[in-house]
């Protein structure tokens, strides 16, 4: 069964006040916790009813200059800062509230988001967090230049170019995004405009807020703010940030490697669609399925069913019995031709415990998913405690595989006791705790 992280929260809520960048209104904001799977969420506290939206890629409305989402008549302007320090961060569930349309801009950074996320803290909750891993290519091209792909990666990295007009400014910077490089290298990076843009902009009623205070202005060759660059590569950090931002609209965590050229938030967030459209064909592989109903045990064909494992990681040629809704018994036949023999070990050929611990798992996950009546789920460790391997499995062995359900908490969470035994001896044994989700 697939190892998993948690989603976590925060501890307490994060309150911080100030400026909006576009529409100019001043703005109290505070994030709230929320409970697991609820994702990120504003909500207007200005409007009647007080409405919430999701911060998902199928709400986006307008990404002119920053990332607008909205529902019905509802809108919340400039979204990305704020997600993206929530990200980063590794926040995956809260709600936040907002006395305006748009959040406090700050000095155009994200650090007074991430300093307000570190003093509320962040808790994990029970349940795991499932990242997205990138199994193949992803990319996004846009009639202005951008082009953005995003390749499989056992983390989650971005690699961006920036090149204002006329290539003024070009700039480079490749980094893994982990909280304490987000903090440091990412967070201080303020946002940034090009002084001939300035005036269209006014004329569009944005920027309303705009000053040397919260933006830097690049005029010719030269640099207008408040302070000095805090980075001499500021303006590439500071796209990186809207990346994170933009594609947390995509609502999961992101194992790949983002390479990006001139990114903007449109072809950011058409890259977080792209990715949600790629989830869907994830999820559509796994078609729903109904458990057996009755005492008996089940075949293969019906336990392949249950189980998404597939060869060679299917350890469950049958289910023998069921005791009751808390105990059944499963079988497996351990064959010389597992093709975990030719390594393990040449000239001795012996079943690795770790595979034990994998069969036991998948008894104990079929007899979880027949409590909840739903065979459209997927097991994820959580734990394993007082595992003992007592006799080697030989080819030759027929394992049989006891689970004992001892605690469970609703349909998600769950404990047993396992072992495996050979010939009335057992051979392994321990206790698991693991998680369910759909799939």
Do not use: W
């Not at 990186?240 to 594609?247: A, N, P, S, V």
Request: charged share 25%; aromatic share 6%; with cysteine.
């Amino acid at each position: 069964m697939p190892s998993a992280e948690f989603q976590h929260t925060l501890a307490k809520a994060a309150a911080l006040s100030g400026t909006s960048l576009h529409t100019g209104a001043r703005v109290s904001l505070k994030i709230q916790p929320a409970p697991a799977d609820s994702g990120i969420k504003f909500k207007r506290k200005d409007l009647e009813d007080e409405p919430t939206i999701d911060a998902t890629i199928a709400n986006v409305k307008t990404v002119e200059r920053a990332t607008t989402i909205g529902e019905g008549s509802m809108r919340v302007h400039t979204v990305e800062h704020v997600l993206s320090a929530l990200s980063a961060l590794g926040v995956d569930n809260a709600v936040i509230e907002m006395d305006a349309n748009e959040p406090p801009i700050g000095d155009g950074s994200a650090l007074a988001y991430v300093e307000a996320i570190k003093k509320a803290g962040v808790v994990p909750q029970e349940t795991p967090r499932l990242p997205f891993h990138v199994r193949e290519p992803i990319s996004i091209e846009t009639k202005t230049g951008s082009l953005l792909v995003l390749l499989p990666d056992d983390e989650f990295r971005i690699s961006c170019t920036q090149a204002g007009p006329d290539r003024r400014f070009t700039q480079f910077m490749s980094t893994p995004i982990t909280p304490a490089i987000y903090e440091r290298e990412i967070a201080p990076a303020r946002t940034f405009v090009y002084y001939e843009d300035v005036q269209p902009l006014m004329e569009k009623n944005l920027i309303k807020g705009g000053s040397l205070e919260n933006a830097i202005v690049v005029r010719g060759e030269s640099v207008l703010s408040k302070e000095p660059l805090r980075f001499p590569d500021e303006f590439v950090r500071h796209k990186i940030l809207d990346i994170i931002g933009d594609l947390a609209l995509f609502g999961r965590a992101i194992r790949g490697h983002v390479v990006a050229v001139k990114p903007g938030h449109g072809a950011n967030t058409e890259l977080a669609r792209a990715l949600a459209k790629a989830h869907e064909r994830t999820v559509a592989m796994f078609p729903q399925r109904t458990f057996p109903q009755g005492e008996g045990g089940l075949d293969i064909n019906e336990v392949m069913n249950i189980l998404p494992h597939r060869y060679p990681f299917l350890m469950v040629d049958r289910i023998l019995s069921f005791e009751g809704e808390t105990k059944c018994v499963g079988m497996k036949s351990v064959s010389i031709n597992e093709p975990f023999f030719q390594g393990h070990f040449p000239g001795h050929p012996v079943m690795p415990g770790v595979l034990q611990v994998e069969a036991m798992a998948q008894v104990a996950s079929v007899l979880m998913m027949r409590i909840s009546k739903s065979a459209s789920r997927v097991g994820y460790f959580m734990s394993a405690d007082g595992v003992k391997f007592r006799k080697p499995v030989f080819p030759g062995d027929t394992l049989f595989i006891h689970a004992e359900l001892t605690k469970s908490r609703g349909n998600r969470l769950a404990k047993a006791m396992c072992r495996c035994v050979v010939n009335d001896a057992v051979v392994s044994e321990g206790e698991l705790m693991f998680t369910f989700l759909d799939k």
